[in-house]
C-alpha cells in the first residue's frame, strides 16, 4: 500500500510542517498527536501507514525544505531537534517537489502537473497518489459555462485567455492522471461539474473544502450545543487575527470574503437561523504563524433572558492542519482502492466547508467518520 | 395526563423561574426558549404539555410566591411585565407549597412529607406527581451501614439521632407517596441502595444528578472536541463566580467539594486522562443572580507544538434551570407511565453527574434522549 | 449662575440619558456615578450645580423625549422607575427641543440654529449656554480654501452648494449666538480655522473631540503601562460590536475610518511607535444598547519573551457617556466665565482625540484636568 | 561605581534569568527590553551601568547556572542562542554563588552570609552590594516581642530554638555586611523594627516588597481609571494559573494568604473602597513557567447600568520580573551611595505592597521614580 501524497503549496508552512510530521513519524521521534485516525474508533488496517506514506508535490517557490522547515522551527511551530535529526530524510523528498510549471494555456500546464504526478508514482513505485491542495486561498470565482460539461472545460483550457483557477488545474491534472484529490483551502479546486465529470469517468474520488482547524472547529461544537439547549443565539460574531503567510492572502477582500463565508455557513445550518454578526479575517504581522481568534455569542434563555459567552483561541494553524493532511490523505487513498468515486461527504468533520453533508455538527460528522473508516477494507 | 411537579424548595430561585415560566407558557405569554424537549427530535405527544403541569411543593422558608417573583424581575432574571400579569396563578401556586416539616426523626419527617404530596395528588386529581428537588446544594455525606438496605435504613430512620439528608428524605417521601424523583441538586437524593430498593419495590422511575446548565455544558461539548481531534488538554483550569443563594451555600467547603467533583468528572471520562487543574466556585455578592465562569484550556497539538483556548460563559442559573426542570417534570412522568423503574440513564443530557450513564459527550446524550423521547409512548 | 446645555442631537441616547440622569440628580433620585467632576480632586464650587443646568436642544427627530427614555428604559440603559417618576420634567424639556431647521444654504440654517439658541437663553434667563454636539458620527471631510479664514467661510456659506457638515454649521451657530461648544464625536465641529476665528472673535471657549467611554479609556491606560514598563507591543488589534444608533452609522466606511484612526491614534503617541493591528467597528443589531470591544495585545519582555493580554469590555455607551457630558457642560461654562478662549487642551481627559493636547495617558490627563478645575473661580 | 548584585535563590528563575540578561546585555547580545530604566525619564548617569553589575548570591540547590539557564531555554523563558553564547560568562558567576549555609541558630547562619557577602565584595573590589530576595515566597509569620528591638533580636537569634524567616536572616546579614537590601518577594524580609534599627544603624537603605509583574501591574492602571471616572467597582475577582516553582511554593495555604491579601491591597487603597471578590492563587504544572491570570471586574455606572470589563495576562514571571531586578540593583545602589538611609518609597513603582508608600497608582508612581531617579547625582 505504498501511497503518494502530493502537495499543491508544497513548501508552504501546512505542507513543510506535514511532511516534518510523517518523517518524524516514521522514524519513531515523535507521537501521532492530533491524528483523528489514531483515535481508537477510527484506527484501521485499511488505511495506509505513516511509513508507507511517500511525499512529493509543486510549489511556485524555491527554498529547500530543510530551510522552510528551520524557519518553522524558529518560529516555535515545529521543534528544532526535530528539524536537526531530519536533515537528509527532509532533503530526500526535496527531489520530488517540483517548480510550478509555467504554460501558455492551463492544458498546457495541466499536462505538465499531470506528467509529474506521474514521474512521481513510477519513480517510487505507488500504488496510488493523493493530490492535497494546501497552497494559498484563492478568491471565489464566477460561474462559467466552460466549467458545465468536461468537453467544454477541456475546449477552453487550450485557449491562451481562459482563466481557470491554479487548484482547478491542480484538480484536472490530479483526475487525469490517476489521482484521487484533497482540497484543504476554500479555493474552487475540484467543485466545478465538469471537474466532478472528469473525476467519475476516471473512477476516482475527492474531499474537501477547507480544512477546519480553529475556530470553526470550536462553532462546530458550540452551535450544536446552542441548538440541543434550544437557546437563541441573538448574534455571533468574530474575529481571526492571522500572522502567517495566509494572513497575508486572506488580507486580500475577495479571498476574505470567500473563507468568511466559509467561515459562518455552520451557524446557519446548524442553528436553522443565522443570529446577527460576522467573522473577520484580520492579518497582523506580528502574531508570528499563531493566530487568534475571538468570539462572542449573546444569547436569550428563558422567558428572554440575556446571556452570553466568549471563547478565545490561539492556535497554530499549521500544527492544527498537518495532522489532518495525514488523515485525509489515509483516509482518501483507502477510499480510492475501496473503490470509492465522486466526492466525500463521510470526511466532512474535517472541513469547515464539507462536500455534499449538510450535518455541521463535529459529534455527528464524527459518527458518520467512523462508520465510513470501519467500512473501509 | 394531568401531572404534579412537586418542588422541594419551591420558593427558591430555580423553582419560582420554573413556576413562573409554565404559568406563562400556559397563557401564551412566552415561548418555550430553553425547553429540549421542543427539539425537532424530541417533541412528543408522550408527554404531559405544560397546561398539564400543576405545581406545589414544600420550603424552609415562607415568602409569598409573588415576593419572591418580584425579586426576581427586579434581578433580571424574570421580566417584570410577566409577574405583573400573572400574580393570581401565583398566587393560586402559593396554596400548594407547605412548609418544610419539622419532626422528631427521619421517619416523622418523612411521613409528613409523603402526606403532603398525597393530599396535593387527590386535591388536582393528579394522574402523577414527579418531585423534583432543587434546594440549596447539601454536603457529600459519609456511606453507613443504615444506607445498605430499605430494612436497615427505616430501621435507622426511627431512630432520633439518625442524620439522614433532607434529599434523601424527600426521596424517600416521594417513593413512599408512589412519585418519581429528579435531583437537579449534586446532593444525595436517591443515590442510596436503599432508596433504590424502595423505588424498584414501588416501580418507580428516578433521575439526577446536578443539572448542567453553565461551565460543565460547555465542557460537555468542548472535552469531546479535544478527544476527536486527539489533541492533547495539558491543563484544564476553571472558576465559577456566583452572587446567588446557591453561591453562598456552595462557598461551604464541603458543598463546594462536592460540586467540584461533579464538575471534573466530565474531564476525565470524555478525555481519557485527567489533565492538571481544578474547578474552583467563589461566591461574589456583588454578582446578583448571575453567573461568570472562565476557563483555560491549554493543549498540545502535532509535534508537540502549545496552544490554549479560554471561555467566559455569563449566565443566568434561574433562568438555565428552569426550563430543563420542566423538561425534566415532563420525561420522567413520561417515563413513570411508561413503566419504567429504577435510574433513568437515558436522561444523562441534562446532568453534570448522570445516573448510570458513562458518555459525557453531549451530541451522544442527546442522541440517547432522542430514542429514548421516541419510545414513548 | 444658570447654565443653559444646548444639545446637538437631543433626542439620542446619549442626550437623552444626559437629560434623565441631570432631572434625576436635581430631583435627589440618583447618585453622580461616573461624573468625573465628583472626584475629590475636582469638586469645585466654580462649576455649576446639577441643579443650575438647564436643557435644549435640536434634533432631526421628533419623538417625545418621554417616549425615547421609555424606550432606553425597555433598552436597560435608564431604570424604569426614574422615567415613570420624571415624566413632567421630561415633558418639560421637550419644549425646549426644535426641529433641526431646512434651509436652503448653511448661512440659513445656521442662523436659525443661532436664533433657537438665543431664544433659549432668554427664556429661561441664563447666564451663558454650552453647546454640544452628540448627533451621529459625520464622515471626515477634505479641507478647503473656504475652511481657511473666517471671510471665506462666510461667503462660502452663502452659496447654495456649498457643503458644510452639521455638526460645523451647529459651532458656527453657537459661536454666533456667544455660546461654547463641545463637540463629544469624532465629527468636525469646530475643527475649522474659520471657525476657531469666529471663536476666538467672540471671546468663546470650543473642545472636543471624540467622547472616550470605552475601549480607548483602557487603552489610555494600559498603553501608558507598557510604555513605562518598556515592554514592546508587537501587535495590538481591536474589535467593538456596536447595537445601538451610533453603531449603524459607524458602519458606513467613511465614518468607521474616521472613527477608527482616533481610536489607533492614543498608541502611536503614547508607545512612541505603532503596534501591528487595527482596532475594527462592526454593527451587530442583536447587541443593543451595549457595546462589547475586544482587544488583543502581545508584546515582548526580556530577552524577546513573547507575552500576551486580551481584555473584553461590555459598557453601554450612553450610561458611560452621559455624566461625561454634564462634566464637560459644567467645565466649559466655568471655563467660559472664566475668560478662556479658544481650545481647552485641559479637558483632553475626555476624548478620544484631544484639541490641543499630546498626553495620551489617562492619569497624566487627569493630573491636568485637576489643576485646570483648581484655577477656576 | 562597580556594584555587586547578590541574590538571595541564585539559581531560581528570576535571578538566573536575570543573570542571563545582565551577562547578554554586557556582551551587547541584547536590549534592555523591560528595563524601566532605560524610560527617557529616567536615564540617568547617576546609576551604576550594566556593565558594573557583578553577580553572586546564595541559594539551597547546588545545579550549575549553565544547567539552569538550559532548562529556562527549553521553556522559552530565554532563549537558547543567549545560553550557548555564554556558557563560559554564567560558569564565572557559578564561582560566587554559594550553598545556604545550614547553623544551629539564625546567628550563625547570618555570620556565615555575612561573611559570604563580604568574600564577594572584597574579591571583586566592588563599590557597594545590593542584596536582592528573589527565593521562594514564605508563609506570613506572627508578630513577636523580639522583632520589636535590634538588642532584643540579637538576644533570640543566639538561641537554637527561635525561628527567624531565613529572608528576615538574610535582611541582617546584609546590613551586618553594610549592604542595602531589597525584598523582591512578599516575604518578612527587612519589615521588622530591629532590622529598620540595623539598616538606620548601619547608615543603609532598603526597598520592597513584591515585585509587581503581572496581574497587579495591570490592576494599578485599571482601578485608578475607575476612581478617576467615578465609576463603581462593585465586584473585582482574580484567578492566577501558575505552573512554576513559585506556583507549587504558592499552593501552601498560607503562602498564598499571604500573596492574595498583597495583591488585593491596591484595590482597597486606590478605589477608596473594597469591591467584592478575592485572587486566587492556583498550581497548575502544565503552565510551565508561564502564569495566566484573569480578571472579572463588574462595575456600575450613570443611573446604576450595570457593566463588566474582563482581562487576561499570559506572561512569563521571570522574563518580567528579571530587567526589574536589575533595575532596583541599580537604582538601590545609587540611592546607597546618595546616603540614603531606611526603607526606599520612591521605588514603590516596582511593588505590589511598597514599604512607605501609599499611592498604588502606577502613573503616580511612575511620576515619584522619575523625580526621584533626577534627583540622584
Redesign the interface.
Known amino acids: 500500500m505504498r501511497t503518494g501524497v502530493w502537495l499543491v503549496g508544497a513548501r508552504g508552512s501546512v505542507a513543510v ?1 506535514s511532511i ?2 510523517a518523517v ?1 513519524l516514521r522514524a519513531g521521534l ?1 507521537e ?5 485516525t ?2 481508537p474508533r477510527l484506527r484501521s488496517d485499511a488505511l495506509p501507514g505513516y511509513g508507507d506514506l511517500v511525499f512529493g508535490g509543486h510549489d511556485v517557490v524555491n527554498t529547500a525544505l530543510v530551510k522552510r522547515a528551520e524557519a518553522l522551527a524558529a518560529a ?4 528544532a531537534r ?1 528539524v536537526a535529526a531530519l536533515h537528509s530524510e527532509l532533503s530526500a523528498v526535496d527531489d520530488d517537489v517540483r517548480q510550478m510549471p509555467p504554460g501558455d494555456t492551463a492544458e498546457a500546464v495541466a499536462a505538465r502537473l499531470c506528467a509529474d504526478m506521474d514521474t512521481f508514482r513510477q519513480k517510487h513505485a505507488l500504488d496510488r497518489v493523493v493530490v492535497v491542495n494546501v497552497a494559498s486561498t484563492e478568491p471565489a470565482i464566477v460561474a462559467q459555462s466552460a466549467h458545465k460539461s468536461l468537453t467544454a472545460l477541456q475546449r477552453a483550457m487550450a485557449l491562451p485567455d481562459f482563466a481557470l483557477p491554479a487548484s482547478s488545474i491542480a484538480a484536472y491534472a490530479a483526475f487525469s492522471a490517476g489521482c484521487a484529490y484533497v482540497d484543504f483551502t476554500p479555493s474552487t479546486g475540484a467543485r466545478l461539474p465538469a471537474l466532478h465529470e472528469l473525476a467519475t469517468a476516471n473512477r476516482l474520488p475527492y474531499a474537501g473544502h477547507d480544512g477546519k482547524t480553529g475556530e470553526t ?2 462553532k462546530s ?2 452551535a ?2 446552542f ?6 443565539a ?2 455571533w ?1 468574530g ?1 481571526n ?1 492571522l ?1 502567517g503567510g495566509d494572513g497575508a492572502t486572506l488580507a486580500e477582500p475577495a479571498a476574505n470574503a470567500a473563507k468568511s463565508a466559509s467561515k459562518q455557513r455552520v451557524l446557519g445550518e446548524t442553528l436553522g437561523y443565522v ?4 467573522t ?1 479575517i ?1 492579518y ?4 508570528g504563524d499563531f493566530k ?1 481568534a ?1 468570539d ?1 455569542v ?1 444569547f ?6 440575556a ?10 494553524d499549521s ?2 492542519a ?2 489532518l493532511v495525514l488523515d485525509l490523505a489515509r483516509l482518501t487513498a483507502a477510499a480510492h482502492r475501496n473503490g470509492r468515486v465522486g466526492p466525500l461527504p463521510e470526511l466532512a ?1 474535517f472541513f469547515k466547508d464539507p462536500l455534499g453533508a449538510t450535518d455541521h ?4 460528522q ?1 459518527d458518520t467518520l467512523a462508520e465510513f473508516t470501519a467500512s473501509l477494507t
Chains 1, 2, 3, 4 share one sequence.
Do not use: K, Y
Open positions: 510542517t516534518v510530521g518524524a515523535t501521532p498527536v492530533g491524528c483523528v489514531e483515535h516555535g511551530v515545529v521543534p526535530l472547529l470550536v461544537v458550540l450544536p450545543m441548538a440541543m439547549r434550544r437557546l437563541q441573538t448574534s460574531s474575529i487575527l500572522g443570529p446577527d454578526g460576522n473577520r484580520e497582523v504581522p506580528g502574531l487568534t475571538w462572542l449573546t436569550n434563555g428563558f422567558l428572554g433572558t446571556m452570553r459567552m466568549e471563547f478565545t483561541w490561539h492556535g497554530c500544527a492544527l498537518a495532522p468533520f455538527g463535529l459529534a455527528a464524527f
